[in-house]
């Protein structure tokens, strides 16, 4: 199949990304900063028989030199839950498709881009749905970012902001209570950047100049990613 394809006889992935096709759904993620954590009692992910779990990891070895790959990962499992969950990502499409459409001028010392938009019709039916926990995630110019929910009549509703973002502390906060997203509601992602001089990172011990920066995987790349557990009816 596509993913023993790609997994070169049990030796990874030879290209640099994501599984490489569309038929994925998200386990769980992990950032610099961030535990293990239990989904909220009740509640899992139903990973079919038969699944395969691919497993993405990036690397840096300018400081270390390669070395052996002792990762690992430990599934916590239950044969049922009462509410099956789906962690679901959020950010604005064209970002991932489109090169100029997530621009992060250089020199900029305040960028910004969001993206709103009402999830019911393809993620419950047009139903309303609960919502568990939030996340963001954006690399090293990233300096604030919030998720919100846009309520129908005109209010917000905030999830989850981060007036000043460090790169090596970020993870999935609860909620004290879930969130319903209802019809009309539109879930509101923003990110701010910082491309100027002081920001920019250290290369064989040399600061980087600012350059034009753009949606992608790279560290060096940005990116403006929320993501939200959520049970739907």
């Known amino acids: 199949d596509q993913v023993r394809m790609r997994d070169q006889g049990g030796k990874g992935y030879t290209c640099f990304g994501g599984p490489g096709f569309n038929q994925t759904n998200w386990i769980g993620a992990w950032a610099p900063g961030s535990l293990g954590t239990d989904y909220p009692a009740g509640t899992g992910i139903k990973i079919e028989p038969g699944s395969k779990v691919v497993l993405q990891v990036h690397y840096n070895t300018l400081t270390a030199g390669k070395q052996k790959d002792r990762t690992s990962v430990d599934f916590k499992l239950e044969s049922s839950v009462i509410k099956e969950a789906t962690i679901q990502p959020w950010t604005n499409p064209t970002w991932l498709n489109k090169k100029d459409t997530m621009k992060i001028p250089a020199f900029a010392p305040d960028t910004m881009h969001s993206f709103a ?117």
Not at 137 to 144: A, F, V
């Open 117 to 233: 938009f009402d999830p019911t019709p393809f993620l419950s039916g047009g139903k309303p749905f609960l919502m568990y926990s939030a996340n963001l995630h954006m690399h090293q110019l990233g300096t604030r970012a919030k998720l919100s929910l846009q309520r129908k009549d005109g209010s917000e509703d905030c999830l989850l902001d981060i007036p000043r973002w460090n790169f090596h502390w970020q993870g999935s906060y609860g909620f004290t209570a879930p969130r319903v997203v209802n019809p009309g509601d539109k879930v509101y992602l923003e990110c701010h950047w910082d491309n100027t001089p002081p920001m920019q990172p250290i290369v064989d011990g040399k600061a980087q100049m600012p350059k034009d920066v753009f949606w992608g995987e790279g560290t060096t790349d940005e990116m403006c990613l929320g993501g939200f557990y959520m049970v739907a009816p």
